[in-house]
């Protein structure tokens, strides 16, 4: 359980992307472990019920969106103890050779420049609160290079290098800056939106791989990364099913 500052209040945790997948089991976990959750997402039906459900606060934000961003973080308040920045996902498998430009263009604007603009909005208030966390999904595809990933690992190489630059700047100031890089998670969007709804293409993905990690799985480290006493910076957890050993070698049994 995480510790508040005043008695009756609750620490103040901000998930964006929190309308599904990995976003919304953080928030629910996070919520578990004794946070106010400020689920922001561009859905606002999803994000109400699940800030009903677990007595948060929903916040529909476009993290490309700079005046979404601003008032996401008025809305989050003065003292917000976590920052969860989960927006972003793929599109495409192309190769470099013919990839459409404006769709690395979506990917590096929604994972590294709607990371970048939630955490300077909210870097004031997560200072404020004594005892910050910025904690930023990346990827496995943030540490290698795939086939037909070009964009999508360029843009979580992106993320993973503004980790570290964050965590070199704020160095003696109460904010400590980690990372949690996922490999293979099945979740109901992930790659349906990387193919466009395409379900043959996004079952593909996980065709004969016994056992996925879910959801709920990367959001336990989420919350375990965020309720480590303050002291303890956990840079970076890279977390993969056990079938997979790295991004090119996965284990099927069809
Ligand atoms: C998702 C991992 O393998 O689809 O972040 O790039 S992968």
Not at 154 to 183: F, I, S, Y
Not at 199 to 206: F, I, L, M, P, Q
Not at 231 to 236: A, G, I, K
Request: proline share 4%; aromatic share 4%; charged share 20%.
């Amino acid at each position: 359980m995480v510790e508040s500052n005043a008695s009756t209040a609750r620490p103040v945790a901000v998930v964006t992307g929190a309308s599904s997948g990995i976003g919304a089991a953080s928030a629910r976990q996070l919520a578990r472990a004794g946070y106010r959750v400020v689920c922001a997402a561009r859905r606002v039906e999803r994000i109400e019920a699940l800030a009903a459900e677990i007595d948060g606060l929903a916040v529909p934000c476009d993290v490309t969106d700079a005046e979404q961003v601003a008032a996401l973080a008025e809305a989050a308040g003065p003292a917000v103890s976590l920052l969860v920045n989960n927006a972003g996902g793929a599109i495409g498998l192309d190769p470099v050779e013919s990839a459409d430009p404006d769709d690395w263009r979506s990917m590096y604007e929604t994972n590294v420049i709607g990371t970048l603009q939630v955490t300077r909005a909210l870097l004031p208030a997560l200072e404020a609160s004594g005892a910050g966390t910025v904690l930023n999904i990346g990827s496995t595809a943030g540490r290698i290079a795939y086939e037909g990933g070009g964009g999508y690992t360029a843009a979580k190489h992106g993320v993973a290098v503004m980790t570290e630059t964050l965590r070199l700047e704020l160095l003696g100031r109460p904010v400590r800056v980690c990372e949690v890089a996922p490999g293979m998670v099945r979740t109901e969007e992930f790659a349906l939106t990387r193919f466009n709804g395409d379900t043959e293409r996004a079952d593909a993905v996980y065709r004969g791989v016994d056992e996925p990690l879910t959801a709920d799985d990367v959001a336990d480290v989420v919350a375990w990364v965020a309720t480590r006493p303050q002291h303890v910076n956990v840079d970076l957890v890279v977390v993969k099913p056990i079938a997979q050993a790295s991004q090119h070698k996965v284990h099927r049994t069809s």
